[in-house]
Nanobody, 123 residues
Framework: VQLQASGGGLVQAGGSLRLSCAAS????????MAWHRQAPGKQRELVAA???????NYADSEKGRFTISRDNAKNTVDLQMNSLKPEDTAVYYC??????????????????WGQGTQVTVSS
């Protein structure tokens, strides 16, 4: 299983970016797909998460500015980021939790991280 993230870049404050992440492999299902970020010198933090059943969780600082969406059939998750601020600058990681695959010995449920994509917001 691999998670491939894309869509990062440099944008001015107030601008928008859309991040995308695709999970590839022989995947039966993914319970939660999420975006996390890590700024220099800070711990990785949750940005937004979305379950296969549609339950959404946003960090307080992103509510109203960011929108997470996913395509369960394609195993993709997007993050639309609007009204970006310099403090949104970070490496953004997609995360798949409760990802079920078939293995020779049966089903495997695990979590996976993407490689990260840089988002830089200039003031």
């Amino acid at each position: 299983v691999q998670l491939q993230a894309s869509g990062g870049g440099l944008v001015q404050a107030g601008g928008s970016l859309r991040l995308s992440c695709a999970a590839s492999g022989v995947i039966l299902s993914i319970h939660t797909m999420a975006w996390h970020r890590q700024a220099p010198g800070k711990q990785r933090e949750l940005v937004a998460a979305l379950t296969s059943g549609g339950r959404v969780n946003y960090a307080d600082s992103e509510k109203g500015r960011f929108t997470i969406s996913r395509d369960n059939a394609k195993n993709t998750v997007d993050l639309q980021m609007n009204s970006l601020k310099p403090e949104d600058t970070a490496v953004y990681y997609c995360h798949a939790d409760g990802l079920t695959t078939t293995q020779p010995m049966g089903l495997l449920v695990d979590d996976y991280w993407g490689q990260g994509t840089q988002v830089t917001v200039s003031s």
